[in-house]
């Protein structure tokens, strides 16, 4: 019976998080991997490995990534146009963050720490990077404030990935959740 508890339409709506990778003080690694896991659906109570159940995430300032190290200049991208004798390419990420901007490093960040399966490009296309700190997806944003009993201005914030510190109008209503 507990497993068919809970497994209702509103727990399989997907919710809109939104993350401001300049003002986060976690490195690459560690935002791709919180964002990774709402992508997944892995903070959900239905979570299934072969269910896709995961949240939409809005990576807003990614011009602004955190990196360790010289990471900047030594790690390499590679690829392979499976053409035999020219086919293999590879960047630093310097010249990838020219290229094509820092939410492509966030993007391959966040496909590496993805599950290598049918549902891999799927729960990527729910992931909406952007240079800036402007987005399309303002109003589907839900923000839920939260009330603590603990003293001072950090309160439990809900879900993994962080707060919508951007959204003007928080709402509510279930119909922003859903699709």
Known sequence: MSQVLGRTNLAFSRAWHVVNVGADPRSLGR???????????????????????????VAIG??????????????????HTTRPGKGFKQMNMERV???????????RAVSGMLPKNRLRDVRLARLKVYEGLHHPYKKNIVV????????????????????????????????????
């Open 144 to 179: 839920m404030e939260a009330k603590s009993n603990r003293k001072g201005p950090h309160g439990p914030s809900y879900g993994p990935v962080g707060r919508a510190d951007d959204a003007t109008e928080p709402s509510t209503s279930m119909s922003a959740v859903a699709e």
């Open 62 to 79: 990614c011009n602004d990534i955190r990196l360790t190290g010289n990471k900047r200049d030594q790690k390499m991208y590679y690829k």
């Open 97 to 107: 963050f020219e290229k094509f901007g820092g939410g492509e490093i966030l993007k």
């Open 31 to 57: 935002l791709a991997t919180s964002i990774a896991v709402t992508l997944m659906g892995k903070h959900k109570p239905v979570y299934h490995p072969s269910n896709d159940c995961g949240d939409y995430v």
